[in-house]
């Protein structure tokens, strides 16, 4: 008969073997896995240089122009960085602004945007921008702000320019008053 100490030290082995079996056959599953997906053409990995968007226009280049404007009570200068660019419609364009509050107060603002020709603003479209939001700048302190936009290819192919005007106001009652 067969005792019970050697009856569990085979039990051990056993298990023992099928647990490196199980990792093992874990293990290789992964690149089995790869060959079978590369072969059936089911692999849903993209590789990089395969990627292109479509949706520009490489065909057409637009001039976006930039004008910046304060309201005579708002204590801040506010430039953009660039100018202008010249872009694809299409293409995903991020340009930055900088503002600073040359007052010894805390100061809110609110950037409006306009667009020229008027109808450049149904195909403009802002995915980021810092009109969005109210901006408080502490006293002398300045910050670069962001806009991320796409101006769709349905453009009319006449309009070669865009004007992006931004107006910044003083928010009333948020002059920074001291509680």
Known sequence: MVSSAHANQQTLVKLLVVAVLMFGFGFAM???????????GLNSVVKADAVANTQVDT????????????????????????????????????????VRNRSRRPVTGQAIP???????????????????TQQTLA??????MP????????????????????TFFEVEGKQGKDS
């Open 59 to 98: 065909g057409r280049f637009l001039t976006v122009e930039f004008d910046t404007n304060l309201r005579s009570n708002l204590p801040w200068t506010f430039t953009a960085v660039e100018k202008s660019v010249r872009i694809h419609p299409g293409a995903l364009t991020q340009v930055v602004f900088e």
């Open 139 to 144: 006293p002398g302190e300045s910050r670069r």
């Open 30 to 40: 992964v690149p089995f896995y790869r060959a079978i997906c590369d072969a059936l």
């Open 147 to 166: 806009v991320v936009f796409v101006v769709e290819p349905a453009l009319p192919q006449d309009v070669n320019t865009v004007t992006l005007s931004y």
């Open 114 to 132: 306009s667009f020229g020709p008027q109808l450049a603003g149904r195909y403009f479209k802002k995915l980021d921008c810092f009109c969005f």
